[in-house]
């Protein structure tokens, strides 16, 4: 047989080719593909999942943490992941305890670390936090929390309610400092119902439960019966209260302003200072610094000025002698 067309062997010889060039292709790449995913899948971690759990991590025998949560999804014995956990953390050397709860928390065990996310609520004997999310690291006896942060708990040696909503804190609930940053805010309610409460605001704030101190600094906006108290920043003596010692201190550009009732109608009496000090169970301010008193056109200034809290008298200190300058009454 002759064959005539050359030109149609040499096309259906390079197709054949061409095809077969392809389909090797294809199934070295398949097996490659499928060693690669073998690889993978022998260096990929293994969970161990376990529905409504009791967890329990020992250190020397004794229980360190405890949790019941309603799963655990484990990496090996280092990362646990918790969900809606509900748990206890002891201090072995003195008998503490630090009990939390969240939506989900992560564990690290070497690291010993405990991170809370969601609805967050963490307490000691002192004192309650609530976050959204709270990062516990065990060792450090340190508390990291963030957004929508809250204390609430009663000072020891006073019993004064104390309320602090902030956006971060970093607390030591065994040293019982905490700090306070960002828009803080709070109330301070006495034991004593009678003897009223105080609101207060900062950019931070430090509070000492042990020491019943609390420092605020920047911005600082005190409200106290019917005085409204600014300045630079402020510390809190709780402990101080009933005693002849200072209750609070506030430092830098003070200003006092107070709405008072006078035959002529409600006015504004205001002072400036560049300090002040304030006394609980005298209920009276002492301001110092270059200080002056002015209400409508009546301006008072003196080396030291003493308010004295729902009297309209004021005290006036100079170099040379004590005064008491009491409010003209406005002809009618």
């Given at each position: 047989?002759k064959?005539?067309?050359?030109?149609?062997?040499?096309?259906?010889?390079?197709?054949?080719?061409?095809?077969?060039?392809?389909l090797?292709?294809?199934?070295?790449?398949?097996?490659?593909?499928?060693?690669n995913?073998?690889?993978?899948?022998?260096?990929?971690?293994?969970?161990?999942?376990?529905?409504?759990?009791?967890?329990?991590?020992?250190k020397?025998?004794l229980?360190q943490?405890?949790?019941?949560?309603?799963?655990?999804?484990?990496?090996?014995?280092?990362?646990?992941?918790?969900?809606?956990?509900?748990?206890?953390?002891?201090?072995?050397?003195?008998?503490?305890?630090?009990?939390?709860?969240?939506?989900?928390?992560?564990?690290?065990?070497?690291?010993?670390?405990?991170?809370?996310?969601?609805?967050v609520?963490?307490?000691?004997?002192?004192?309650?936090?609530?976050?959204?999310?709270?990062?516990?690291?065990?060792?450090?006896?340190?508390?990291?929390?963030?957004?929508n942060?809250?204390?609430?708990?009663?000072?020891?040696?006073?019993?004064?309610?104390?309320?602090?909503?902030?956006e971060?804190?970093?607390?030591?609930?065994?040293?019982?400092?905490?700090?306070?940053?960002g828009?803080?805010?709070?109330?301070?309610?006495?034991?004593?119902?009678y003897?009223?409460?105080?609101?207060?605001?900062?950019?931070e704030?430090?509070?000492?439960?042990?020491?019943?101190?609390?420092?605020?600094?920047?911005?600082?906006?005190?409200?106290?019966?019917?005085?409204l108290?600014?300045?630079?920043?402020?510390?809190?003596?709780?402990?101080?209260?009933?005693?002849?010692?200072?209750?609070?201190?506030?430092?830098d550009?003070?200003?006092?302003?107070?709405?008072?009732?006078?035959?002529?109608?409600?006015?504004?009496?205001?002072?400036?200072?560049?300090?002040?000090?304030?006394?609980?169970?005298?209920?009276?301010?002492?301001?110092?610094?270059?200080?002056?008193?002015e209400?409508?056109?009546?301006?008072?200034?003196?080396?030291?000025?003493?308010?004295?809290?729902?009297?309209?008298?004021?005290?006036?200190?100079?170099?040379?002698?004590?005064?008491?300058?009491k409010?003209?009454?406005?002809?009618?």
């Amino acid at each position: 047989m002759k064959i005539r067309d050359i030109k149609s062997i040499i096309i259906i010889s390079t197709y054949l080719l061409v095809n077969g060039l392809i389909l090797t292709a294809s199934y070295s790449q398949k097996s490659e593909t499928s060693s690669n995913a073998g690889k993978a899948s022998q260096l990929a971690p293994e969970y161990t999942v376990i529905e409504k759990l009791d967890y329990f991590h020992l250190k020397e025998g004794l229980p360190q943490m405890s949790l019941a949560a309603l799963s655990m999804r484990s990496q090996g014995q280092e990362i646990a992941d918790f969900e809606e956990p509900r748990g206890v953390y002891n201090y072995q050397k003195k008998n503490k305890t630090i009990r939390y709860s969240a939506d989900s928390a992560l564990y690290q065990k070497k690291k010993e670390t405990l991170s809370l996310d969601g609805k967050v609520e963490f307490s000691s004997e002192e004192a309650t936090y609530f976050a959204d999310k709270v990062k516990y690291f065990f060792k450090k006896d340190l508390v990291l929390g963030s957004g929508n942060v809250k204390f609430e708990g009663d000072d020891l040696k006073t019993k004064d309610h104390l309320v602090i909503l902030a956006e971060k804190m970093r607390a030591k609930p065994e040293a019982q400092i905490t700090t306070f940053k960002g828009q803080v805010r709070g109330t301070l309610e006495r034991k004593k119902k009678y003897e009223g409460r105080m609101t207060f605001s900062s950019h931070e704030m430090e509070l000492q439960g042990a020491k019943s101190l609390a420092n605020l600094r920047g911005d600082v906006v005190m409200n106290r019966h019917a005085y409204l108290i600014t300045a630079g920043k402020a510390d809190m003596y709780l402990e101080n209260y009933n005693k002849s010692l200072k209750y609070f201190v506030l430092n830098d550009d003070v200003k006092v302003t107070e709405r008072m009732q006078t035959p002529e109608g409600v006015q504004e009496r205001k002072a400036f200072a560049g300090r002040l000090e304030g006394f609980g169970r005298e209920q009276k301010m002492i301001l110092s610094g270059a200080p002056r008193v002015e209400m409508g056109e009546d301006v008072i200034k003196g080396y030291r000025i003493t308010i004295r809290e729902n009297v309209d008298l004021i005290e006036v200190d100079d170099a040379m002698s004590d005064v008491q300058v009491k409010r003209k009454k406005l002809k009618e």
